[in-house]
């Protein structure tokens, strides 16, 4: 069974960069499914930012794209999210997640609070 | 984008009781409708997919129904577990893959 950690700064500066990696166990970088990023502000619904394929492609959420970037390293098993241009806004418990074609999120890392605060 | 209504916002009910709730699309999402469950301080928990399916694990007192653009999920007899957030989510087509904004069950 595939398991998801994300890790990272639990606090980033108001215009800074927001960097988060997901470290994969159980399942191969190198092939699919699609790995995920969905975030959840404090005591507020989901929100999916985008998703990678393990070609290389990615999809990113229309609200976001302009600030998101997330990239794969199948050498350390690992995927990543930047967001950029931070603001209060983007207070969140970020998640990893995983997505197969045609399928809803089926495993998900334990989430990471991440805070933007001077 | 597709946008995912649940309703009820809040569910009030006793152990033992019967939950229904619903999750209705802006468009046909045909059957490429999951349920989630979330507790506090948790990641969410896949209950349903394709509308009616249930997850690997998940106990049967959990029900999906419905296709096209109106859902639901049925909570046969709550357990004291069971109280928690509820979460649609859509995975038709292409992205932006959207949820709902959530139905909490909680104890009356």
């Known amino acids: 069974q595939v398991q998801l950690q994300e890790s990272g700064p639990g606090l980033v500066k108001p215009s800074g960069t927001l960097s988060l990696t997901c470290a994969v166990s159980g399942g191969s970088l190198s092939s699919g499914p699609w790995w995920s990023w969905v975030r959840q502000p404090p005591g507020k619904g989901l929100e999916w930012i985008g998703e990678?394929?393990?070609?290389?492609?990615?999809k990113y959420n229309p609200s976001l794209k302009s600030r998101v970037t997330i990239s794969i390293d199948k050498s350390k098993n690992h995927f990543s999210l930047n967001l950029s241009s931070v603001t209060a806004a983007d207070t969140a418990v970020y998640y990893c997640a995983t997505k197969a074609a045609a399928s809803p999120f089926h495993y998900w890392g334990q989430g990471t609070l991440v805070t933007v605060s001077s | 984008e597709i946008v995912l209504t649940q309703s009820p916002g809040t569910l009030s009910l006793s152990p033992g009781g019967r939950a229904t709730l619903s999750c209705r699309a802006s468009?046909?999402?045909?059957?490429?409708l999951a349920w989630f469950q979330q507790k506090p301080g948790q990641a969410p928990r896949l209950l349903i997919y394709g509308a009616s399916t249930r997850a690997t694990g998940i106990p049967d007192r959990f029900s999906g129904s419905g296709s096209g653009t109106d859902f639901t999920l049925t909570i046969s007899r709550l357990e004291p577990e069971d109280f928690a957030v509820y979460y649609c989510q859509q995975y038709a087509g292409s992205p932006p893959w959207t949820f709902g904004q959530g139905t909490k069950v909680e104890i009356k």
């Open positions: 990678i394929w393990h070609t290389g492609a990615t």
């Open positions: 468009q046909s999402v045909s059957s490429y």
